[in-house]
C-alpha cells in the first residue's frame, strides 16, 4: 500500500475536474448537494487510513443502508426465513423498478432493489417503531464508530415524494411478503436511506465488512462473521444498479452505491474503500466514484479473480460500455 497515498492524490486531481452526471433530484432534499464534492477515502483491515479531498461533508447514506440492514436482518431472522420472502438474483433492471416484482417473482429478487430493501426494513424486529429505529441506529454506530442521526429534512422529503416506494410496498402486501403497517415500515425504509455520514465513515463501514464484521478502529462486533460472506455476495451480484454485471467484470469487488453519490467496495481481509462525489449517472451511480474504483482496481489488482501470478493487460473500459 506504500504508493497508495500518492495514487488516490493523483486520482482526486485528475478526477475533480470530471463534470459529467447530475445531482438526484427526484427526492429534492438530495438537490442541494455541492456538485464539486469529492472524497476518496481507503480503510484497511488493519486501521490505517488513507484519505483525499471533502472526507467529513456530510451527505445521507442511501442505498448504502440496503447492505448493512440486510446483514441487521440476517441477524434478527436467520438465512432460510429471509430467503422464503427475499431472493438474491440480480435484476438488470432500474433500483425502483415494480416491473419483475409484479410480472415473474412475486417476491424482490434481492435485497438492494427498492422492493427487497422495504421488505428487508419490514423485517427488523423491535417491540415499536422508536426501538426499531434505535436498534438500527446502534446497529450502523457499531459499524461507524461514533454517534450517527437520521437527516429530518431528507426523511420528510422522501415520505412526501416516495410514491414509487408507495406502490412496491402495497405490491409486497399484496403478495404477502410484508404485513397491513405499510406506513410504518415506508418510514423505517426512509430512515435509514436518511442516516448521515461522511466518507470516511463509509471507508471504515467498508472495512469492517472486509475485517469479516470487526470494525478494525474501534474493534466492535458490528455483525456475526458468518453473515458477512451472504452480504458480500449480494453486494457483488446486485450491489450497483443495473451495472451490476459491468462492475463485477470491470472492477471485481463486491460494492454498494446510493443516489446521494456515495459508492462502497469492499476487498475481503484487506480493506474497505469509499468514494463521495454527488454526480450521478443514469443508473444511479456516482460518475467519479466509478472512474475512482476502476483506476484503483487496475492499479492494486483488486478484482477478486485476477491471478496474483500474472497481471491482466489493460481493459480499455470505455470501450466495453459502449458495447
Ligand atoms: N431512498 C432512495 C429510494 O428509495 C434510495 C435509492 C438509492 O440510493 O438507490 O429511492
Same mark, same amino acid.
Given at each position: 500500500?506504500?504508493?497508495?497515498? #500518492?495514487?488516490?492524490?493523483? /486520482?482526486?486531481?485528475?478526477?475533480?475536474?470530471?463534470? &459529467?452526471?447530475?445531482?438526484?433530484?427526484?427526492?429534492?432534499?438530495?438537490?442541494? =448537494?455541492?456538485?464539486?464534492?469529492?472524497?476518496?477515502?481507503?480503510?484497511?483491515?488493519?486501521?490505517?487510513?488513507?484519505?483525499?479531498?471533502?472526507?467529513?461533508?456530510?451527505?445521507? *447514506?442511501?442505498?448504502?443502508?440496503?447492505? &448493512?440492514?440486510?446483514?441487521?436482518?440476517? #441477524?434478527?431472522?436467520?438465512?432460510?426465513?429471509?430467503?422464503?420472502?427475499?431472493?438474491?438474483?440480480?435484476?438488470?433492471?432500474? +433500483?425502483?423498478?415494480?416491473?419483475?416484482?409484479?410480472?415473474?417473482?412475486?417476491?424482490?429478487?434481492?435485497?438492494?432493489?427498492?422492493?427487497?430493501?422495504?421488505?428487508?426494513?419490514?423485517?427488523?424486529?423491535?417491540?415499536?417503531?422508536?426501538?426499531?429505529?434505535?436498534?438500527?441506529?446502534?446497529?450502523?454506530?457499531?459499524?461507524?464508530?461514533?454517534?450517527?442521526?437520521?437527516?429530518?429534512?431528507?426523511?420528510?422529503?422522501?415520505? =412526501?415524494?416516495?410514491?414509487?416506494?408507495?406502490?412496491?410496498?402495497?405490491?409486497?402486501?399484496? +403478495?404477502?411478503?410484508?404485513?397491513?403497517?405499510? #406506513?410504518?415500515?415506508?418510514?423505517?425504509? +426512509?430512515?435509514?436511506?436518511?442516516?448521515?455520514?461522511?466518507?470516511?465513515?463509509?471507508?471504515?463501514?467498508?472495512?469492517?465488512?472486509?475485517?469479516?464484521?470487526?470494525?478494525?478502529?474501534?474493534?466492535?462486533?458490528?455483525?456475526?462473521?458468518?453473515?458477512?460472506?451472504? *452480504?458480500?455476495?449480494?453486494?457483488?451480484?446486485?450491489?450497483?444498479?443495473?451495472? =451490476?454485471?459491468?462492475?463485477?467484470?470491470?472492477?471485481?469487488?463486491?460494492?454498494?452505491?446510493?443516489?446521494?453519490?456515495?459508492?462502497?467496495?469492499?476487498?475481503?481481509?484487506? =480493506?474497505? *474503500?469509499?468514494?463521495?462525489?454527488? /454526480?450521478?449517472?443514469?443508473?444511479?451511480?456516482?460518475?467519479?466514484?466509478?472512474?475512482?474504483?476502476?483506476?484503483?482496481?487496475?492499479? &492494486?489488482?483488486?478484482?477478486?479473480?485476477?491471478?496474483?501470478?500474472?497481471?491482466?493487460?489493460? /481493459?480499455?473500459?470505455?470501450?466495453?460500455?459502449?458495447?
Amino acid at each position: 500500500m506504500s504508493n497508495l497515498k #500518492e495514487f488516490i492524490q493523483h /486520482l482526486y486531481e485528475e478526477y475533480r475536474l470530471l463534470h &459529467f452526471g447530475s445531482l438526484a433530484d427526484y427526492i429534492p432534499e438530495l438537490t442541494k =448537494a455541492n456538485p464539486d464534492w469529492f472524497a476518496i477515502s481507503v480503510v484497511t483491515k488493519e486501521g490505517e487510513v488513507f484519505e483525499v479531498g471533502d472526507i467529513t461533508e456530510n451527505f445521507t *447514506i442511501q442505498s448504502i443502508s440496503k447492505v &448493512f440492514v440486510y446483514g441487521m436482518a440476517l #441477524e434478527d431472522c436467520d438465512r432460510m426465513t429471509l430467503l422464503e420472502k427475499i431472493g438474491v438474483e440480480p435484476t438488470g433492471d432500474p +433500483f425502483n423498478s415494480v416491473i419483475r416484482l409484479d410480472e415473474n417473482s412475486k417476491r424482490p429478487d434481492n435485497p438492494m432493489v427498492n422492493a427487497g430493501a422495504i421488505a428487508t426494513a419490514s423485517l427488523i424486529k423491535g417491540s415499536d417503531p422508536t426501538d426499531k429505529l434505535n436498534r438500527m441506529l446502534d446497529m450502523f454506530r457499531r459499524y461507524i464508530g461514533r454517534d450517527i442521526y437520521v437527516n429530518a429534512p431528507v426523511f420528510m422529503s422522501e415520505r =412526501a415524494t416516495g410514491h414509487r416506494n408507495r406502490a412496491l410496498a402495497n405490491l409486497l402486501l399484496n +403478495f404477502g411478503i410484508i404485513d397491513h403497517n405499510i #406506513e410504518e415500515i415506508l418510514d423505517l425504509y +426512509f430512515q435509514q436511506c436518511s442516516v448521515v455520514v461522511n466518507c470516511h465513515d463509509l471507508a471504515v463501514m467498508a472495512a469492517t465488512l472486509a475485517n469479516r464484521g470487526v470494525n478494525p478502529i474501534t474493534q466492535s462486533k458490528a455483525i456475526k462473521p458468518c453473515y458477512v460472506r451472504d *452480504i458480500l455476495s449480494v453486494m457483488y451480484t446486485c450491489g450497483m444498479y443495473n451495472y =451490476a454485471g459491468e462492475w463485477a467484470y470491470k472492477v471485481g469487488i463486491p460494492a454498494k452505491s446510493g443516489v446521494s453519490g456515495g459508492i462502497i467496495g469492499v476487498i475481503p481481509d484487506r =480493506a474497505g *474503500i469509499a468514494v463521495y462525489s454527488p /454526480l450521478i449517472d443514469n443508473r444511479g451511480n456516482s460518475v467519479r466514484g466509478i472512474k475512482v474504483f476502476e483506476a484503483l482496481a487496475e492499479k &492494486f489488482q483488486l478484482h477478486l479473480l485476477d491471478s496474483p501470478l500474472e497481471k491482466c493487460p489493460f /481493459l480499455n473500459i470505455s470501450d466495453i460500455s459502449k458495447g
